[in-house]
């Protein structure tokens, strides 16, 4: 794309789309400030543009000999004050000069056959971090219950080593036990397993159709008459308990 009254009959502003959206480049033979040309492609704003990308493109107009990519800081009038703006040049020379003139002949009659460059779409910043957490968890639910077990099985045997250890002195170490005994743990955490996992089915159960309103409904009834229930039965056991309190009572004031 030529933007003419941008740039001079010896320039060419080409664009190009990627990932980051539309960009032009001002394309140029380079001179110097005596007005000597240096034989080579002056590029500026090309942006994280590669050189594979460059020689790919400009090759078919013959041999290139190097690619140099600078940065330089320019001062720019930017909503009322003086502000730093930069842009990344590339310099692209030819082994002969006639591969850069024919460069330039076809960015000024035909700057569309310069293709855009493709880059690979970034990922979210979210999918990176799933996939950083993943990786860091690859190990499969029955491989980490697994080592559950064995750290159980491994903390059983060295208690039971130093049950009926003795110090020093001849005196036998007597430690505190649980409530829960070793032997019944590994059987404690399946069952609690298995209660999740029908807990689970339930709520499954109860999601799916189009009659969970009705079913919501229908178990919030069946909570509340269960509530009476124990209510009523409660309050008789206590009746019956008062009753025998007064029966029992020793002192039966006139």
């Not at 030529?2 to 001002?26: E, N």
């Not at 400030?33 to 090759?59: C, H, P, Q, W």
């Not at 700057?111 to 971090?129: D, G, H, T, V």
């Not at 491994?154 to 409530?179: A, H, L, M, P």
Request: net charge positive.
């Amino acid at each position: 794309m030529v933007k003419k009254g941008a740039a001079s009959v010896d320039s060419v502003v080409k664009s190009l789309s990627d990932h980051m959206g539309t960009r032009f480049i001002y394309c140029k033979e380079d001179t110097i400030a005596s007005g000597e040309t240096k034989d080579r492609l002056l590029m500026i704003n090309v942006g994280d543009v590669t050189e594979e990308y460059l020689r790919k493109v400009f090759s078919r107009f013959g041999d290139i000999e190097s690619i140099e990519f600078h940065s330089y800081i320019i001062m720019i009038y930017r909503f009322g004050r003086l502000a730093k703006g930069g842009a990344r040049v590339a310099y692209l020379k030819y082994s002969e000069r006639k591969s850069l003139q024919a460069a330039l002949r076809d960015l000024k009659n035909n700057p569309e056959s310069i293709p855009s460059p493709s880059f690979p779409k970034p990922a979210s910043c979210l999918s990176q971090y799933h996939e950083e957490i993943k990786s860091q968890y690859s190990t499969s639910r029955l491989d980490l219950r697994r080592e559950a077990e064995k750290a159980l099985t491994q903390y059983k045997e060295e208690q039971d080593s130093i049950k009926n250890e003795t110090d020093e002195d001849g005196w036998t170490v007597v430690r505190r036990r649980s409530r829960m005994e070793e032997e019944t743990m590994l059987s404690a955490i399946q069952l609690r397993e298995k209660r999740r996992h029908e807990m689970m089915q339930k709520k499954d159960f109860y999601k799916q159709g189009c009659c969970a309103p009705m079913r919501s409904r229908f178990q919030g009834r069946e909570n509340k008459r269960d509530q009476l229930k124990e209510l009523r039965e409660q309050f008789q056991r206590d009746r019956e308990k008062i009753q025998k309190m007064k029966e029992n009572r020793k002192f039966n004031p006139v």
